[in-house]
């Protein structure tokens, strides 16, 4: 399995960005998914998930309300779209597949992307 994540970049605060994650393999739809931060100096941290369908998904109370998290099963693709952008929003971002356990934990996830920078200027 490999994620590919993309649509990082550089946003002015206020801002907003879509990030991509393409998944290979035919069993994608099979799996929750997630997104996950980490900025310079502090612990990754858990950001959205969204269920197999994506009927469910949920949220750090830190992006609840500005990012949304969406899926694309026929593309095998998941989304984060980020709007509202702060510079604390600043981080490395990865998507990840998850395996079992709760959604909120990096340890429930089997497979991760290689990460796309996201840099919030005030």
């Known amino acids: 399995v490999q994620l590919q994540a993309s649509g990082g970049g550089l946003v002015q605060a206020g801002g907003s960005l879509r990030l991509s994650c393409a998944a290979s393999?035919?069993?994608?739809?099979?799996?929750?998914m997630g997104w996950f931060r980490q900025a310079p100096g502090k612990e990754r941290e858990f950001v959205a998930a969204?269920?197999?369908?994506?009927?469910?998904?949920w949220y750090a109370d830190s992006v609840k309300g500005r990012f949304t998290i969406s899926r694309d099963n026929a593309k095998n693709t998941v989304y984060l779209q980020m709007s509202s952008l702060k510079p604390e929003d600043t981080a490395v971002y990865y998507c990840?597949?998850?395996?079992?356990?709760?959604?909120?934990?990096?340890?429930?996830?089997?497979?991760w992307g290689q990460g796309t920078q996201v840099t919030v200027s005030s």
């Open positions: 969204i269920t197999r369908s994506g009927g469910t998904t």
């Open positions: 393999g035919r069993t994608f739809s099979g799996y929750y």
């Open positions: 990840a597949r998850h395996n079992s356990g709760t959604v909120v934990a990096g340890t429930s996830y089997a497979y």
